[in-house]
C-alpha cells in the first residue's frame, strides 16, 4: 500500500481511504464497508484520529470523518522528511566521529575518502576552520560549492591572524564576478593571492596538518576526494603548492594600493599585465575587467607597443623587467 511509507498499515489505509467516502460514519459501518469485525476498524479507526487523519464526533455511537488529504497527509510527509533530515544530520555526525576514531586508533592512515558534495564541502571547512597559521590553496574550476560562499569566513580567519596564500588558475580568475565579488575582497583582507595559466588540481592544505584533493582528475572526479593526513604524500604536495607559488604571478588589488605614478602603469594597465602574464584570453580579460572585447584588444596593442613587444610572451617579460609585476 502507497502510504506504508508513512507507517500506515494496509488496514489503516483501507479504512482511512473508506472513511473519505463515508464521512461522519460509525464504526460498524466502516467494518462493514472494508470486510472488517467492528472492534479492529474502531481500533484502527482510533489510531488514524491519533495521527490526524481523521476526526472523531463526541455523541454515542461516535461517528468518526476523514481529514483532508491534501493537508493531512501531506502534514504527515513533512514530519517524515523532517526526521529523515535529522537521520541524515546524525549520520554524517557519526561518521565524522568514525573517521577520527579511525585515525587515532591507527595514526599510520595517510588517505580517507570522502563522498558527496556535502561530505567534501563538510571536510573542507573544517580543514580551513581548523588552521591556526596558514591555509594554502590552488583554486580552479569546477566547484564543489559555490565560489565565493566561504569568503566571509576566510575574511574573519584572516583577521585573526591567520595566513591565506591563494594560487589561482585563469580559469577561476575569469569566471564571471569571481574577480571583484570574492577574489579583490579576499586581498583587501589580507590573502595573498597569485595566478597561474593553468594549475594541475586543485588543492586545500591547513598549515602542515591536513591536505584535500579531488578523487580524480577526469571530469566529474571532482565528486570524491582524498582527505590527506601528515605523510609524505602531505609533504608532497605542500612542495607541489610552493614550487607552482613560486612560478605564479602575483594579483593585487591595485586600485586599494594605488599603484601607478610617473614612469608606472596605471591600475587597469596592471591588472591587464598580470592578466596576460598569467594566459588569460581575450574573452577572459574582458568579462575580469568589465571591457568591451573591442576595448581589450585595443588595450593590449597599445600595451604591446608600448614595451615594444611582438607577442604577449614578451610583453609580460619586458614589464617583469620594468618591476612593474612584482
Given amino acids: 500500500m502507497e502510504l506504508e511509507v508513512l507507517g500506515l498499515s494496509g488496514e489503516t489505509q483501507l479504512v482511512y481511504t473508506a472513511l473519505i467516502d463515508l464521512p461522519r460514519s460509525t ?4 467494518a462493514d464497508a472494508c470486510g472488517l469485525t467492528a472492534s479492529v476498524a474502531g481500533r484502527l479507526l482510533s489510531a488514524l484520529v491519533k495521527c490526524g487523519l481523521a476526526t472523531r464526533s463526541a455523541g454515542r455511537p ?3 470523518t476523514a481529514a483532508a488529504p491534501d493537508t493531512a497527509v501531506t502534514e504527515m510527509i513533512q514530519e517524515r522528511e523532517r526526521r529523515l533530515d535529522a537521520a541524515r544530520s546524525l549520520v554524517q555526525q557519526l561518521a565524522e566521529r568514525h573517521r577520527e ?3 587515532i586508533s591507527d595514526p599510520n592512515i595517510a588517505v580517507e575518502l570522502l563522498t558527496g558534495s556535502e561530505d567534501i564541502i563538510s ?8 588552521a591556526r597559521r596558514q591555509v594554502r590553496a590552488f583554486d580552479r574550476p569546477p566547484y564543489v560549492d559555490r565560489p565565493g560562499s566561504n569568503l566571509e569566513n576566510q575574511r574573519r580567519r584572516q583577521r585573526t591572524g591567520i595566513a591565506h596564500r ?19 575582497p579576499s586581498i583587501r583582507t589580507g590573502e595573498q593571492a597569485r595566478v597561474r595559466a593553468e594549475l594541475p588540481l586543485k588543492l586545500v592544505i591547513a598549515d602542515d596538518r591536513l591536505a584535500v584533493i579531488p578523487f580524480s582528475l577526469a571530469p566529474g572526479g571532482h565528486s570524491a576526494a582524498y582527505l590527506v ?4 604524500m602531505l609533504a608532497a604536495l605542500e612542495a607541489l603548492f610552493e614550487a607552482e607559488w613560486d612560478r605564479a604571478s602575483p594579483l593585487r588589488d591595485t586600485r586599494a594600493q594605488g599603484e ?3 614612469g608606472h602603469p596605471d591600475a587597469d594597465t596592471l591588472a591587464l599585465i598580470r592578466l596576460l602574464a598569467s594566459g588569460c584570453t581575450d574573452a577572459a580579460i574582458a568579462r575580469t ?7 581589450t584588444q585595443r588595450r593590449i596593442q597599445r600595451l604591446m607597443t608600448e614595451l615594444g613587444a611582438a607577442t604577449r610572451f614578451q610583453a609580460a617579460a619586458q614589464a617583469a623587467r620594468r618591476g612593474w609585476l612584482r
Fill in 27 to 30: 464504526a460498524s459501518e466502516v
Fill in 289 to 295: 575587467q568589465g571591457w568591451s572585447p573591442r576595448t
Fill in 229 to 232: 593526513h601528515r605523510s609524505p
Fill in 166 to 184: 591563494v594560487v589561482y588558475d585563469r580559469e577561476a580568475v575569469a569566471w564571471p564576478g569571481r574577480l571583484r565579488d570574492d577574489i579583490l
Fill in 260 to 262: 601607478g605614478g610617473p
Fill in 62 to 64: 461516535p461517528r468518526f
Fill in 123 to 130: 571536510a573542507v571547512r573544517r580543514l580551513t576552520g581548523g
Fill in 101 to 103: 576514531a579511525l585515525r
